[in-house]
Nanobody
Framework: QVQLVESGGGLVQAGGSLRLSCTAS????????MGWYRQAPGKQRELVAT???????NYADSVKGRFTISRDNAKNTVYLQMNSLKPEDTAVYYC??????????????WGQGTQVTVSS
């Protein structure tokens, strides 16, 4: 009964910024992990950034210093602030949430994906 909704993608010029958001809704007991992944055409899906329930974060080397992941526990929402965007950041971005639902069953949900396109 858990669903994810992503928003915030779009077209931006190199050097610009975008902020992605992903909100989980439904019968949720706890959220243990939230993360952002991306997949460019012809490439494998890769991890971009993660954040745990304790607040620990991890970033891919390619985005360190430019992207920031954060969460709002009261809203069950995870954000990805993307600054100094490069054409190499062009991809479909997916959020991922892992936790326990209200029936005490583990869940692993993916967002629908949002396109980020960075022009030269």
């Amino acid at each position: 009964q858990v669903q994810l909704v992503e928003s915030g993608g779009g077209l931006v010029q190199a050097g610009g910024s975008l902020r992605l958001s992903c909100t989980a809704s439904g019968y949720i007991f706890s959220i243990d992990f939230m993360g952002w992944y991306r997949q460019a055409p012809g490439k494998q899906r890769e991890l971009v950034a993660t954040i745990t329930s304790s607040g620990s974060t991890n970033y891919a080397d390619s985005v360190k210093g430019r992207f920031t992941i954060s969460r709002d526990n009261a809203k069950n929402t995870v954000y990805l602030q993307m600054n100094s965007l490069k054409p190499e950041d062009t991809a479909v971005y997916y959020c991922n949430v892992k936790g326990i639902n209200g029936f005490r069953n583990a869940f692993n949900r993916w967002g629908q994906g949002t396109q980020v396109t960075v022009s030269s």
